[in-house]
Nanobody
Framework: EVQLVESGGGLVQPGGSLRLSCKAS????????MSWVRQVPEKGLEWVSS????????SYADSVKDRFIISRDNAKNTLSLQMNSLKFEDTAVYFC??????????????RGQGTQVTVSS
């Protein structure tokens, strides 16, 4: 059974940083691209970032580019998202998702339960 468990969310002031983690199990982690998506209440899901199975290529939404860094540790089956220079508009529930193959543009096949990030002064 595929399981994705996010952690690391919380309350942070504008300009601050948070690091999200996602622990994966139930599949061969390195064989699949992984992504972060986020959801604001009353809005749809917004794609944030993706990384290939090997970790060699990543991509970012324009809204987070140069502020967020996605990474993965295939030995520990862990996906991370380092979020810097946080803005009010980054407030959302962040979800870790599994792709259907190792490449970018991979279709989502599983999603974790999410972790809340709140940026507030």
């Amino acid at each position: 059974e595929v399981q994705l468990v996010e952690s690391g969310g919380g309350l942070v002031q504008p300009g601050g940083s948070l690091r999200l983690s996602c622990k994966a199990s139930g599949f061969t982690f390195s064989n699949y691209a992984m992504s972060w998506v986020r959801q604001v209440p009353e809005k749809g899901l917004e794609w944030v970032s993706s990384i290939t199975g090997s970790g060699g290529i990543s991509s970012y939404a324009d809204s987070v580019k140069d502020r967020f860094i996605i990474s993965r540790d295939n030995a520990k089956n862990t996906l991370s998202l380092q979020m810097n220079s946080l803005k009010f508009e980054d407030t959302a529930v962040y979800f870790c998702t599994k792709g259907h193959n190792a490449g970018l543009g991979s279709v989502e096949t599983a999603r974790g339960q999410g972790t809340q990030v709140t940026v507030s002064s």
